[in-house]
């Protein structure tokens, strides 16, 4: 059984599951619906700190982080409630994390909401690529699985960028028998085999050569993903398959080879290092055996793979944001500590702080990857302080502050943007509510005409003060 379900699922309970959907919703037949019942057959909550965790594998695209993570952020939730003289209802709720979790035999999609090529514009600012048309083909169960979609992308993406410089190599020593010295002579080889002199030496000499553990890792894992997703991963690596398999050994990889191939010490070369992740994507798909657990059925322990979908967004907005303002310097995650060398001196983390970089003005905004249809429900009370904080601890070099959220309805200006701080005329601080509309069938052209625009919103209101 399985299910597919978006991030930031259900917070009011607006959807709940009725007893007479489950079958459908869980793409079974009326003789299994005793296993969905037992999903919920009491409150099950996954939270980042819960001791489940350990068994989930959650794929950070951060390199560092300034604080730990919240402990109670949610994953996933499933109840029931019952109702006098009603159909009992089932109620998922999720967070946002996004990917794949097995509970109790079932796998449960979560899904970034937004389609996957709003996703795949997202992981190319991660990777620094601003430009791409090309849509990537998959069989249509495999892109249920947004974990899988997400490691194969960033594989692709990785090795791409990492083989510029050529695949990894080391010196390897090498024997050779002929007419010519190549290196030093073998005088062991020579004493066994050339005496009497027939005309021919073996030399030893040392030869650059394709570290092969590396090399079987990333051939085996194209084909992989060749079978997942088509031909068309390719389009872009096509020099880079011919040589892998040109290279190949023939063997099967293993864990052994697999953590032969990430410890080697070609990877210690600046030339190389980036190959570190790729070999690192390439594990999760080569030893995961199609992401599904051995043995889903037989245990209550919750296993799977999760990325959190808000940091990605946030990655996404710094990263267009930079390209754009080239006066400005755009920070992420910006420390700031308040009341210093106070007990209760606390630290705080503004998403993204926008710098001029002559007039000294700032502009803060934080980004909220949650649903907005411009609709007063759709800003979070806690949000709206928290964003009011920043804006206040900045003082007299603040400009603009806001919230910026992937926008499900085309904003209107009049209603999202406020010419002065509260709302009161006794300031010049700009308070806007922005974002980039999109929506699960949008193309890439069409986001990223959304983009521009915007880019132009931010433009007019940071640049006017």
């Known amino acids: 059984m399985k299910i597919k379900i978006p991030v930031n699922h259900n917070f009011y309970e607006e959807a709940p599951i009725l007893e007479s959907e489950l079958c459908e919703a869980f793409a079974v037949k009326i003789s299994s619906i005793k296993n969905v019942k037992s999903l919920f057959s009491s409150v099950y909550e996954l ?4 001791e489940q965790l350990k068994q989930i594998r959650i794929i950070s695209f951060k390199k ?6 919240d402990e109670e952020r949610l994953i996933l939730r499933l109840y029931s409630k019952e109702k006098l003289d009603k159909e009992k209802e089932y109620f998922i709720q999720t967070g946002l994390y996004a990917g794949t979790l097995f509970y109790k035999g079932c796998k449960i999609n979560i899904t970034s909401k937004y389609g996957d090529v709003f996703l795949k514009r997202m992981l190319n600012f991660v990777n620094d690529i601003y430009i791409d048309n090309e849509q990537t083909k998959a069989k249509k169960d495999e892109t249920e699985n947004q974990f899988l979609f997400i490691i194969a992308y960033l594989f692709i993406q990785t090795l791409e960028k990492a083989a510029v410089l050529g695949l990894p190599q080391e010196y390897e020593r090498q024997h050779e028998r002929s007419h010519k010295v190549r290196g030093s002579i073998d005088f062991n080889a020579y004493l066994k085999r050339d005496i009497p ?5 073996t030399s030893v000499f040392k030869e650059r050569c394709y570290v092969q553990e590396v090399v079987d890792v990333l051939y085996l894992t194209l084909r992989k993903l060749e079978h997942l997703f088509g031909q068309d991963i390719h389009n ?14 023939g063997r099967f990889v293993t864990n052994e080879i697999l953590q032969k191939a990430k410890a080697h010490q070609s990877l210690n070369n600046p030339l190389y290092n980036g190959f570190k992740n790729v070999l690192e994507y390439a594990g999760i798909i080569l030893l995961d055996k199609d992401l599904m657990p051995d043995d889903v059925n037989s245990k209550m322990a919750t296993t799977g793979y999760l990325f959190d979908i808000a940091e990605l967004f946030e990655l996404y907005l710094e990263k267009l944001l930079s390209r754009n303002f080239n006066n400005w310097s755009v920070n992420a995650q910006e420390k700031v500590d308040i ?5 209760y001196t606390r630290p ?11 007039n000294n003005k700032v502009a803060v905004f934080d980004a909220k990857f949650k649903k ?22 900045y003082n007299d070099r603040i400009s603009t502050g806001g919230l910026l959220y992937p926008l499900s309805k085309e904003i209107n200006i009049d209603e999202a943007h406020s010419n002065n701080l509260y709302g009161m005329q006794n300031n010049h601080i700009r308070f806007i509510i922005d974002g980039i509309f999109v929506n699960e069938d949008s193309s890439m052209k069409e986001i990223i005409q959304k983009e521009g625009e915007f880019i132009n919103r931010i433009s007019s209101v940071i640049n006017e003060n």
Request: net charge positive; aromatic share 14%; charged share 20%.
């Open 47 to 50: 939270k980042l700190g819960a």
């Open 64 to 69: 560092s982080i300034f604080f730990e993570p």
């Open 197 to 201: 002199f027939q005309g021919k030496l």
């Open 236 to 249: 872009r690596l096509h020099g880079i398959s011919q040589l892998l398999k040109q290279h190949y050994s």
């Open 372 to 393: 907005m249809d411009m609709s007063n429900k759709d800003v979070d009370r806690n949000d709206i302080h928290q964003i009011h904080s920043y804006i206040g601890y």
């Open 348 to 358: 705080m983390f503004p998403d993204i702080v926008m710098k001029h970089r002559t």
């Open 339 to 343: 009341y210093q060398h106070k007990f």
